[in-house]
């Protein structure tokens, strides 16, 4: 394809804008500016505007280490959204595989492939979640016995899922959950009469937050951790 079509295609601008901005040394191949709207791309080719990566595969995949503040909607009228700090032009918008709260911290998922996405958030799948919990009180044998076996939420009727508990430090654990329940595991620690201070997400399935990204930051999946909600 043309690198004219190709750009018009990722961004959705006219042929007539997308020669302009190849015209003007807009656009790189693979790191090198290229001018000829006729350059035909080839498959493996980075393709970017201003140095952000285009993409018309259509699907993007994207992880990002939310910083506190922001909310994983895709519009809000009060809050930043998480959208806001990943620099992609993408036809189809991008949406949060799976929310957290406004002040977690941690993994969040972005894509703008809805199937992809549903299979991580899916009740039916049960897809497994890591976080890393600061906890206001020492934690208790019986504490981590409850949440392992699975509790009650408030307003609630059926027992959570068992979570999977790691003791870090007496205020510090990790819990592996596999539902997305609302405030999941700040209830949970609620109902064994714990309470969270802090909270940050680790992993997601197997896909572990890259440890280089600083909170604010995000990088493009790999194709083996695209593959496996595949
Ligand atoms: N559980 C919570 O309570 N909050 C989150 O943001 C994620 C899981």
Known sequence: MRL??????????????????????NVTCNGEVEKRAAYVVAEQDEIAW??????????????????????????DPEHPTVLELVD???RTPLHAAGRLDIDTTGLVLLTNDGQWSHRITSPQHQ??????????DPITDEQIKQLEQGVLLRNEDTPTLPAKVAVIDVQEILISISEGR?????????????????LHREAIGPIELDKDLELGESRYLTDEEIVWVG
């Open 4 to 25: 004219d079509k190709f750009f018009s295609d990722a961004t959705g601008m006219s042929r007539k804008d997308a020669k302009r901005q190849i015209g003007k040394g």
């Open 50 to 75: 201003h140095g952000e990566q285009l993409s018309i595969a259509g699907n993007l995949y994207i992880m990002l280490n939310k910083p506190p503040g922001f909310v994983c909607s895709t519009a």
């Open 88 to 90: 992609v032009v993408s």
């Open 127 to 136: 897809c497994e979640k890591r976080y890393r919990v600061e906890l206001a």
């Open 182 to 198: 609302y405030h999941q595991v700040k209830r949970m620690l609620a109902a064994v009469g714990n309470h969270v201070d802090a």
